[in-house]
């Protein structure tokens, strides 16, 4: 890498305050020197002419599933298009290399249950973003217990324990629970609790898909709450959100529960990604008693059976969790279901000529189960969300190629809607902080968040006036608009001018 020299551009550093026409050098993979615009002239180093726009700290992704991901889209589009330098997976509980990986047919499969030799691997694939990765609950009790609904043994326990323990001491980012999940569901607060304490002392946090985002919510943030006293007292709790018209009055007591805790000494913070349709497996569709049936398990019986199917069908036409105009299928591993992608389910039961009870159910016969997004949250509350001074921007999506049609909008779409829909009623520095300085301190990034001396010369060059990226779930993978070049420890990741060279320069951020 050689010496840059960033010109002319209006610096927001990340810190929060308002921003200055500045020059800014960079040499190998770190910040060297900012002074006032015109102030440096270097010789033998690559200008680039900032032309009035925007310099950023790279945005950091604090919520996604990229861990499967890393190495088998490197180039990391969806990300690095929009300006994420950063990408914190192992979210809601998951870590693959402690369950997907054991019947991985590529490089994952040698991570199988080791940390450590994941670690390796996403640095050996040398992504385009920088990544960090949360230990998951959900993946540790299924390593350790599988999909049995029960507490732990004596030994489990001692096992669980052990395992998190290692991805700590070997560079994990904190621990991820995801309660809503199979079998996270199973556990009661005094186990995560548990594993939680591992936490104490390291200043990690513990970052939650809570117990129920609709019904129970106030009971699910007050359990969140608790399980992160036992770890260090700081709390992630993962793409915010209040489901269900009956449930949307509670905005204002989830923002008491938070400020309380925050009042109180913890380091209580929330993602949210800028849309109202969620994106999980279809599956969570279905209601009791079938919602404890693992996936897997759920899949083969409806495939087999067809009195199983019968009683699937008859017990989502009375009690399906979300209703069929509002879930829009979004993936699916088998091609037939590709005719359905982006339409909801009474769309698709047309297609099918059945009912929309039936459709689901044949779609969950095939043998795995789809995406889909559940549109079940109020764009009001949405705006008020991304207004709260604690609120980060998280994604909830993974590692996305360029033209991959068969995704939720917020994959491509998330850091620039998420800006535009917050600065509605917070100033532009304020945004960015959110999206940079804050979440590196949360996660403990050293010397990322920042536009400073010494600071790893994570960077975006764009327009913010003109920051935006119009996907919808017709046309998912749209680049976002206003971003002229993103730069990842120095080296250029993406340029809007296809002739620019670019590099993959991202690191596996061990945090000790």
Known sequence: MSEILFTDVKLYDGSGRPPIMADVAVKDDRIVEIAESGKLNKT?????????????????????????TYARVPTSDSCIS????????????????LTGAKKASDGYK???????????????????????????????????????????????????????????????????????????????TEEVCELASLLKGTGKPYATHIRSESDCLLEAIEEAITIAKAGDGNLEISHLKTSGPKNWGKVDAVFGLIEKARAEGMNVHADRYPYIYSSTSLRMIVPAPFKDIDTETLCTHLKESAEYRKELT??????????????????????????????????????????????????????????????????ENLEKILARPYVVCGSDSSNRAFGDNATHPRAFGTCPNFFRIASKNNPYESVIRRMTAIPAVKFQLEKRGRIAPGYFADLVLLDLDNYSCKVDFGHPSYTAEGVERVYVNGALAFAADPSLKRERNGRMLRIR
């Open 82 to 97: 929009q300006g994420v330098t950063t990408d914190i997976s192992g979210n809601c509980g998951s870590s693959y290399y």
């Open 110 to 188: 040698d991570c199988y249950g080791s940390f450590a030799a994941f670690a390796d691997y996403i640095e050996k694939s040398r992504p385009a973003v920088n990544a960090v990765h949360l230990c998951g609950h959900n993946a540790l009790r299924v390593h350790v217990m599988g999909y049995e609904n029960r507490p732990p043994t004596k030994d489990e326990m001692c096992r669980m324990k052990e395992l998190l323990d290692d991805a700590l001491k070997n560079g994990a980012g904190g621990m991820s629970s995801g309660l809503y999940y199979l079998p996270g569901s199973f556990a009661k």
């Open 314 to 379: 008859a017990a989502l036409e009375t009690g399906a969790v979300t209703p069929f105009g509002r879930v829009i299928v979004v993936n699916s591993p088998f091609k037939e279901h590709r005719q359905y992608f982006g339409k909801n389910l009474v769309e698709i039961s047309e297609m099918m000529k059945c009912s929309a009870a039936e459709a689901t159910v044949a779609l969950l016969a095939a043998g795995n189960s789809p995406s889909a997004a559940y549109g079940w949250m109020c764009e």
């Open 44 to 68: 033998g180093v690559e200008v680039v002419d900032g032309k009035g726009k925007d310099l950023v700290p790279g945005f950091i992704d604090v919520h996604t599933h990229s861990e499967s």
